[in-house]
């Protein structure tokens, strides 16, 4: 199944923002790779904002770049803001089938 629109664009962002930091940081993708223990294609893959990626992988990936606690906010007071709290779920539109006669 594929991801939503903005699944895959979250994605995207974050992989972009992972390959700026490695860059920020002088980081060649062998070395990040070799300390987050994955290979140099998986890495490549997260840069380009591939959804297969697991999200284990992504947090050595930051690990190895220097992110500490990537997920500390999620979920506090100070990230929700009413943004999570007063917006309704968004609804999955299905299509509907046609009867076959």
């Known amino acids: 199944m594929r ?11 974050l992989g972009r923002r992972i ?6 940081r002088k ?9 987050a223990g994955i290979s140099v294609n ?7 904002g591939d959804c297969g990626v697991s999200i ?14 990537p997920f500390s906010s999620l979920g506090t007071d100070e990230l929700d803001d009413g943004f999570l709290t007063d917006r309704p779920l968004p ?3 299905r299509r509907r ?5």
């Open 97 to 101: 089938r046609v009867k076959e006669e």
């Open 42 to 48: 998986t890495l490549s893959k997260m840069e380009l």
């Open 56 to 69: 284990g992988n992504i947090v050595s990936v930051l690990h190895a770049i220097g992110v500490d606690d």
């Open 91 to 93: 609804r999955r539109v």
């Open 19 to 24: 390959r700026f930091l490695r860059i920020q």
């Open 27 to 35: 980081l060649q993708q062998k070395i990040v790779a070799e300390r």
């Open 3 to 13: 991801p939503s629109f903005a699944t895959a664009e979250a994605v995207e962002a």
